[in-house]
T-cell receptor, first 113, second 112 residues
């Protein structure tokens, strides 16, 4: 089954404690991205990657890091989380050609205290 | 810069009615336009994708149209059901940088 998986699904942490949210896709997609979704602000892109070792900033990259060492994985790293990073996070993937839709993971709900 | 707008922000209709959701975009240079559905606290599910060369796509009770020249798309839902209640988002794949540009969504409530 084609899918994007994220872990963990729910996370409560404290300010400053480094965390990683994993993302994996099984569709051999070149393009992967991370979004955050906040009430009233909609979906905002954090980072994206168009291939292995190729990453770029989205609209709200501050406070986040990503890496793309393998095609299937695209982890999101919060080196020093702050309360304003409390949000619902989605990983997504798709092909580069624009012929197919974008697939989303189930989301990770993060609370930073 | 491409901007995507969805009107209305919220819509409540009785079960059984046909309804139209609207999406407009400012730059006609797009690869495609996509409609997604999101249930509360859940991920996004793709409903329909319309390529820039197409005028419409249909899936079951859903029909999406695209008019690039006017920068508009509509999502038509026939014979609405309470299970259609969700937030509907449209997004355009921008021609220049391969990024999906998102609307803020329309929250749809179908009353039994």
């Amino acid at each position: 089954e084609a899918q994007v998986t994220q872990n963990p699904r729910y996370l409560i942490t404290v300010t400053g404690k480094k965390l990683t949210v994993t993302c994996s896709q099984n569709m051999n997609h070149e393009y992967m991205s991370w979004y955050r979704q906040d009430p009233g602000l909609g979906l905002r892109q954090i980072y994206y990657s168009m291939n292995v070792e190729v990453t770029d900033k989205g609209d709200v990259p501050e406070g986040y890091k990503v890496s793309r060492k393998e095609k299937r994985n695209f982890p999101l790293i919060l080196e020093s989380p702050s309360p304003n990073q409390t949000s619902l996070y989605f990983c997504a993937s798709r092909t580069m050609g624009g012929q197919e839709t974008q697939y989303f993971g189930p989301g990770t709900r993060l609370l930073v205290l | 810069k491409q901007e995507v707008t969805q009107i209305p922000a919220a819509l409540s209709v009785p079960e059984g009615e046909n309804l139209v959701l609207n999406c407009s975009f400012t730059d006609s240079a797009i690869y495609n336009l996509q409609w997604f559905r999101q249930d509360p606290g859940k991920g996004l599910t793709s409903l329909l994708l319309i390529q820039s060369s197409q005028r419409e796509q249909t899936s079951g009770r859903l029909n999406a149209s695209l008019d690039k020249s006017s920068g508009r798309s509509t999502l038509y839902i026939a014979a609405s059901q309470p299970g259609d209640s969700a937030t509907y988002l449209c997004a355009v794949l921008a021609d220049s940088n391969y990024q999906l540009i998102w609307g803020a969504g329309t929250k749809l409530i179908i009353k039994p």
